[in-house]
């Protein structure tokens, strides 16, 4: 709305809130004028549709608009039936409350077609699923079928709806359309046996005999020709240049298939048609005795054959009537007028059930199967008659009239009701609101007892004579004093003059309409209906649903009429109540059916009908426009030094510090919770202007603005383009590596050389983060295949370059070191068991420091200089007993020491060899020459750090290969060429001493680590 806000000029204002003069009836016809002019058909009374018939296509309605108006902002866009659509779908989605919009209007002011394009809305614009689609052709295609069943000619509209229709369009929780029910109220059945002049039947009929199939008409008995029926010609008009029957036909043909009906079905549907036109073709005859006769069996027996009864049967019950006498059921035959009512009474029955059995079917048809969607949601569209008056008006247009007097009030206590809601919850004082209340007319039409309805219930059913002036008198009687309501007899003169003897006039909401009560009676009663138990018989299976058996045999009396619609209309008002309601109100702009033609006179008749001032007046009792602050901040936000270009605070604060700076008065508006209230529409028309004038001196600003957001969007192409090549690449290198992946193990080639190379790449890169860090450490990632050799080879030579660097990096003490310890190993790795032990263990330059060797030992090596000296346990050669020595080794010979002395001097050339036993002990042999008188023999010795001290030995004495290692014994020479042997065994404890066979047993104990 706010978009045509400055336009108003032009094509008036599209809410008639903000007319100046709200309370002018000229203004608002001036307003409807301005925009009917300009093809602009939709004006909103706030969130009501006013919509005017334009008689000629607009090109409004296409996907495009629908789409337009999809998920909008109602206020954000023209006015249009799509926006009333759209707002009840979503308020239904996303307050999960059941929805109903009510259209109403007179007769040819585009009720239905406004009901059909929100059907298409929703059809068009709701998520659907393919079960769904059915649902959605179905509920599209029912309106064919029920116009051609229940609408017609009139003079007022070449497609009217003579019957009342309300609609329930379910969804399922994902907002698709998954089934529908209608309820239909009040058919016009009078129109299938008369017709005023300019005026046609039911549609179906001319459908049936323009477009049916010879073979179809041959069936049914029929002419291909309209004029031959009694029941189509009334009018005088079977013809319509606006009407295409044969075309019309081929539509609801298929329409009916859509709907499922089977072949048989339409068939026997068709046979009721065709029997209806061949009742109005029955002639009667009168006797002498004024009883009446059918003059030809022509229809009865097509009659009898179509309808499947008895052809007999069927004359009796055309021209005689049931009687009961004393308890006694009696035939009584009928005069010439009577049997011509009876006859037309059948035909009215026939058709009027047939109809409800169709809306039946079509609900069957429309019923939603799935038990998940019990829940459904519900937008219901009301299609009902308007207010209607015309120069003699009956017991139907009472009807309608009551009908239209209940909507009222539900709109009146609905809008009342919503606006006193909404001022609630805005935190704003509610001002009570003048308005007419038509409750007092509905009282007087529907109070039990007292009202119009209960007399002429009591009227038909009471026994006597009763009829329409008894009815009348009657009225007068109980009701004669209402302020509503008067007769020819109760009103004074003037009025007298307009009125007839046989009227009474009610004072509708809308105005005086004077009813005429001829027939009154004979239509409400349902007992007139001819003899229904022939229909019972019949062996078309729709007749027998229509025509129950029980009812036959019920014998309370029936409900009248006029009780039935008195029930229906209040259970149609319960559903309305239930559910959120949303208006159209539609307006014919002349009688002539023209495009482009506004007749005032008319207008204002339907303005004053449907109550728009009324509703106006409501609506603008309190405030005249109201908006969200941030809808409201947006667009004025340009005005204020404080909040353009943007309000950072709260949007309440924006709004206030925004109305002050425009200097908005207090009396002109006020702040609810969310939204601000302006009283008068001059308050919006200033700001408005000042908005117009602002944006001319925002106009030069804007064209720099427009610069920047020309170098914008360049630059953000650019950054698009980058992003766009960067996915581009990213998926390539995706795709390629995929198939690589599948090629991995063929030989290389274009598939899979990305992907080797990729492999490679990652392996090399991996291994560069997982090289060993130490000599010691041997991980090594796992190559894959294809760089198995190359893998090892890097191993390797890495593994050199790594031992090169540590040598390069080793110091001199460690280095001597690691070469006794190299030394250590060549002679005992993997030979004696005390020698994983050693490993660990560093080398010692010696185990005795100076003190701890005797001088006189010092002073006689003299100047031999001393390289190792550790303690000993030294075994005597006889008896084997254990010596505590000093074993020192010298540049020269190993020395044995007891304290001063020095014992024996072995010189290394002369060592023939050393001894040691495989076991972890500390027993060693140093053999010496037997031949050599100096010495006494071999010296068996006890190290404890015998790794140490032999591998000192085997250097000092550079006798590193004369070093064996024994297993069981080791024998060894005591001089003067005897021998003694030394047996070797495993123990728990280390244990040397002279066994019995004369040998030292030494105990070596077991290790863990073996
Ligand atoms: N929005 C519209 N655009 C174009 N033509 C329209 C529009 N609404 C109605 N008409 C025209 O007016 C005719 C009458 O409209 P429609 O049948 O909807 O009236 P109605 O209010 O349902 O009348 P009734 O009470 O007699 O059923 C339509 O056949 C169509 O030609
Ligand atoms: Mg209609």
Known sequence: MESALTARDRVGVQDFVLLENHTSEAAFIENLRKRFKENLIYTYIGSVLVSVNPYKDLE???????????????????????????????????????????????????????????????????????????????????????????????????????????????????????????????????????????????????????????????????????????????????????????????????????????????????????????????????????????TTDTQIKY?????????????????????????????????????????????????GRTFT???????????????????????????????????????????????????????????????QDEYEAEGITWEPVQYFNNKIICDLVEEKFKGIISILDEECLRPGDASDITFLEKLENTVGGHAHLTTHKLTDGKTRKVMG?????????????????NGVLSCTH????????????????????????????????????????????????????????SYVRCIKPNDAKQAGRFDEVLIRHQVKYL???ENLRVRRAGFAYRRHYETFLQRYKSLCPETWPSWQGKLADGV???????????????????????????????????????????????????????????????????????????????????????????????????FLDYVRYSFLMKL????????????????????????????????????????????????????QKMVASEIFKNKKDNYPQSVPKLFVGTRLNGEEINPKVLQSLGSEKMKYAVPVTKYDRKGYKARPRQLLLTSNSAVIVEEAKLKQRIDYAALKGISVSSLSDGVFVLHVPTEDKKQKGDVVLQSDHIIETLTKVAICADKVNSININQGSITFTMGQGREGIIDFTSGSELLVAKAKNGHLSVTAPRLNSR
Request: glycine share 6%; hydrophobic share 35%.
């Open 768 to 819: 560069r983060r997982n090289l060993p860090k130490t000599v010691l450490d041997k991980s090594w990632p796992t190559p894959p295949t294809a760089l198995i050799e190359a893998s090892e080879r890097l191993r390797k030579l890495y593994m050199q370059n790594m031992v090169w660097g540590y040598c390069k990096r080793i110091n001199p003490e460690w280095k001597h070191q690691l070469e």
């Open 60 to 294: 409004i309605y296409t996907k495009n608009h629908m789409e337009r108006y999809r998920g909008i902002n109602f206020y954000e866009v023209s006015p249009h039936i799509y926006a009333v659509s759209d707002n009840s779908y979503r308020s239904m989605r996303t307050e999960r409350r059941d929805q109903c919009i009510l259209i109403s209007g007179e007769s040819g002011a585009g009720k239905t077609e406004a009901s059909k394009k929100i059907l298409q809305y929703y059809a068009v614009t709701c998520p659907a699923s393919d079960q769904v689609e059915t649902v959605k052709d179905r509920l599209l295609q029912s309106n064919p079928v029920l116009e051609a069943f229940g609408n017609a000619k009139t003079l007022r509209n070449d497609n009217s709806s003579r019957f009342g229709k309300y609609m329930d369009i379910q969804f399922d929780f994902k907002g698709a359309p998954v089934g529908g029910h209608i309820l239909n109220y009040l058919l016009e059945k009078s129109r299938v046996v008369h017709q005023n002049h300019g005026e046609r039947n039911f549609h179906i009929f001319y459908q049936l005999i323009e477009g049916g199939e010879e073979d179809l008409l041959r069936r049914l008995g029929l002419e291909r020709n309209p004029q031959q029926y009694q029941y189509l010609v009334k009018g005088n008009c079977p013809k319509v240049s606006s009407i295409n029957d044969r075309s019309d036909w081929k539509v609801v043909r298929k329409a009916l298939s859509v709907i499922g009906f089977s072949e048989d079905e339409v068939e026997e549907l068709l046979n009721i048609i065709a029997s209806v036109l061949h009742l109005g073709n029955i002639q009667y005859g009168g006797e002498d005795s004024g009883n009446a006769y059918i």
């Open 526 to 581: 349902s007992l007139c209906v001819v003899h229904p138990q022939v229909m019972c018989m019949s062996d078309n299976k729709i007749l027998t649903q229509c025509f129950d058996r029980a009812e036959l045999k019920d014998s309370r009396r029936p409900e009248t009429a006029a009780t039935q619609f008195k029930t229906s209309l209040a259970k149609l008002m319960e559903i309305l109540m239930s559910k959120e309601p």
């Open 303 to 351: 009659l009898a054959r179509l309808l499947g009864v008895d052809g007999l049967v069927l004359k009796e019950a055309l021209t005689h009537k049931k009687i009961i006498a004393k308890g006694e059921e009696l035939k009584s035959p009928l005069n010439l007028e009577q049997a011509s009512s009876a006859r037309d009474a059948l035909s009215k029955a026939v058709y």
């Open 656 to 754: 206030s510090t925004l109305v002050k700076h425009l200097g908005y008065k207090p009396e002109e508006y006020k702040l609810g919770r969310s939204k601000i209230f302006i009283r008068f529409p001059k308050t919006l028309f200033a700001t408005e202007d000042a908005l117009e004038t602002r944006k001319h001196s925002l106009g030069e600003r804007e064209s720099h603005v427009s610069h920047a957001v020309v170098v914008q969007a360049w630059w953000k192409g650019i950054l698009a383009c980058r992003r766009a090549r960067r996915r581009r690449e990213a998926a390539n290198t995706i795709r390629r590596f995929i198939k690589g992946f599948i090629y991995r193990h063929n030989e290389r080639c274009p598939e899979n050389e990305y």
């Open 357 to 419: 059995w169709l809306v039946n079917k079509i609900n069957v048809s429309l019923a939603y199967k799935d038990e998940t969607y019990k829940n459904a949601s519900v937008i219901g569209l009301l299609d009902i008659y308007g207010f209607e008056v015309f120069q003699h008006n009956s017991f139907e247009q009472f009807c309608i009239n009551y009908c239209n007097e209940k909507l009222q009030q539900l709109f009146i206590e609905l809008t009342l009701k919503s606006e």
């Open 611 to 613: 109550g728009l001032m």
């Open 501 to 517: 003897r046989e009227e009474f006039r009610l004072l509708h909401y809308a105005g005086e309409v004077n009813y005429n009560v």
